[in-house]
């Protein structure tokens, strides 16, 4: 399994200012996958991040919203732009496995005041 | 119907117990089933993976798929109070680039 390193861990940031989330991954893979998990709720796909070219968005979020980069097979990172309190959650960087399984980073936790 | 539904919790049961965990999904397309551990603070860790229907056991763990009622569990033999977690059910179909379905995960609280 690919040891995947996340930062910040967690962050307390004030409403309408962006946080950068960091994901690094100790082995090239194909794709990079960024979700979200609220209090009470499943894991949400945000969005999948392929290296060289413009992630893909779930429904219901954007890339105004959640600007992604993939500049190498190693590395990616989520913007959460404009943040307001419903913003508040978990972020969690996630690779796939050699089957369809997920692995994933130890998650950001944001707060925003 | 939600695709996937998991009881949120939480569950306290005595050191040494059975525990048992489970989910039920709508989908029958669902092909790869897997039991994700998250402690606080922490990613969810990857516990076990089953394809299709079946038993597979790993240790004290025991995941079991009944793809005819759309019914998975996790069971938990001698558990310890390190077993205390929120454990996830997550699911997929066959294709390697669908998305995976998570429940919303079971808090469970094992009682020294």
């Known amino acids: 399994s690919a040891v995947i390193s996340q930062k910040p861990s967690r962050d307390i940031c004030q409403r309408g200012t962006s946080l950068t989330i960091q994901c690094q991954v100790d082995s090239q893979v194909t794709m990079m996958f960024w979700y979200r998990q609220q209090p009470g709720q499943s894991l949400t796909l945000i969005a999948t991040?392929?290296?060289?070219?413009?992630?893909?968005?779930e429904s219901g979020f954007v890339i105004d919203k959640f600007p992604i980069s993939r500049p190498n097979l190693t590395f990616s990172t989520l913007t959460v732009s404009n943040m307001s309190p419903e913003d508040s959650s978990i972020y969690l960087c996630?690779?796939?496995?050699?089957?369809?399984?997920?692995?994933f980073g130890q998650g950001t936790r944001l707060t925003v005041v | 119907q939600k695709e996937v539904e998991q009881d949120p919790g939480p569950l306290s049961v005595p050191e040494g117990a059975i525990v048992s965990l489970n989910c039920t999904y709508s989908n029958s397309a669902f092909q790869y089933f897997m039991w994700y551990r998250q402690y606080s603070r922490k990613g969810p860790e990857l516990l076990m993976y089953?394809?299709?229907?079946g038993n597979k056991e790993d240790g004290r763990f025991t995941a079991q798929v009944d793809k005819s009622s759309k019914y998975i569990s996790l069971f938990i033999r001698d558990s310890q109070p390190s077993d205390s977690a929120t454990y996830l059910c997550?699911?997929?179909?066959?294709?390697?680039?669908?998305?995976?379905?998570f429940g919303k995960g079971t808090r469970l609280h094992i009682l020294p």
């Open positions: 997550a699911m997929t179909t066959q294709g390697r680039d669908d998305k995976i379905i």
């Open positions: 089953t394809y299709s229907s």
């Open positions: 991040a392929n290296q060289g070219s413009e992630a893909t968005y």
């Open positions: 996630s690779v796939d496995g050699l089957g369809t399984e997920a692995f």
